[in-house]
């Protein structure tokens, strides 16, 4: 087995911005000799080494230490380079095995949502192809989606929906849909029981990202005909707990329900 390949300078410095990334506030030289447990005067060279290199700053007015611009940056970097879709598939693949249920991943696009990813577990002719759109009314991962939007974003965008009806059991007032949405932030799941397409069922939970913000929606869906009653509870657990993955890996510290 190869040697453990260790620094003590490194693995200190790490520490200190551990500490202070946690902290989320500005510390003293003392307050962080205090936390790592070392003189003053050895924290002060360490935190001189991060300085030079941008990764922790000295505010003069204050005499306090922040983090800097360069660990900011990158931050902001990894945070650009994330793929939704990369960090979904792994979840999407798993899910369907485990469920025996079609899968897709879907965002919103102006009042509808839009699949932009999907797997297959049978072949139906009301099976979506990527880049279809769906009501956000009327498919659970537009119910998923709108009820985690902020308060003023979902009033607005509920005002902008037509509510087309495609059968009678398309939701068809705001009030309904409001209704609906509350229960959707109590269990994480929402539901779309034959309300686009009435052979058609469906369950969706929310993906946020590392602002904590909801961007996406995990989906499930099948034929009704096919539906299982006994295996529906954990069924909508898988879903939930892959959707919470996924949010994880882009960052997020928010979790459905």
Known sequence: MPAKVTSS???KCAKIVDIMATTHR?????SISSEMNLAKSSTHRLLTILKGEKIVEFDDRTNCYQLGSRLRNWAQDSWNNTDLQQHAWAEMETLSERTKYNVTLAVLDNSDVMYIRKIDMYAARYTPVVGDLGGAHCTAAGKAITAYLPTSVREHFLNSLTFLRHNENTIGTISEFEDELEKVR???VAENIGEEISQVLGYASPIFDHHNNVIAALTLWGLISDADDASLPKIK???????????????????AP
């Open 9 to 11: 300078i490194v693995n």
């Open 186 to 188: 109590e269990t994480g």
């Open 26 to 30: 500005q510390l003293s030289l003392s």
């Open 237 to 255: 657990k898988d879903l939930l707990e892959a959707a919470n993955n996924v949010s994880k890996q882009l960052g997020s510290i928010r979790a």
